[in-house]
């Protein structure tokens, strides 16, 4: 059914709300947030203790006489063992039960003229 009131069109494409939030979105770039780079660090540490003890074992392997194919077998065998199943899934659940925490944290409430005021600034500067 068409509206007998006329129309004023304010603005079209990227000029409107939506579409300066579209453009917001896409020029965002893909910096990592802190919990990311945390996550990167720990798999890093764990990855290189499971490939130190695998070469280690490897080297051990072969100072024990055993044959090159076997002491491969044992190095991937090691550092595969090293690196747990659960990861993923421990880190999801850690990052889901701090956030569930932090979310039910009251937050601390503030006067009109409490800390965020300027004026409580300036007055505690000139004591």
């Known amino acids: 059914r068409v509206s ?14 939506m579409g300066r939030i579209a ?4 020029s965002l770039g893909n910096d990592q947030t802190p919990i ?5 660090h720990f798999i890093h540490i764990i990855s290189g203790v499971a490939v130190f003890l695998g070469v280690t074992f490897f080297i051990l392997a072969n100072i024990l ?5 076997e002491a491969v077998i044992f190095l991937i065998g090691i550092i595969v063992a ?8 421990t880190v999801t659940v850690c990052l889901t039960l701090t956030a569930k925490a932090d979310g039910q944290e009251e937050l601390p ?5 409490g800390r965020g005021n300027p004026r409580f600034h300036l007055h505690h500067l000139l004591r």
């Open 4 to 17: 007998p009131l006329p129309v004023v069109v304010v603005s079209c494409g990227d000029r409107t709300v």
């Open 23 to 26: 453009s917001l979105a896409s």
């Open 36 to 40: 990311a780079v945390e996550i990167e």
């Open 65 to 69: 006489d055993y044959h090159w194919l």
């Open 82 to 89: 090293n690196v747990p199943e659960g990861l993923l899934a």
């Open 109 to 113: 409430r503030e006067e009109p003229g």
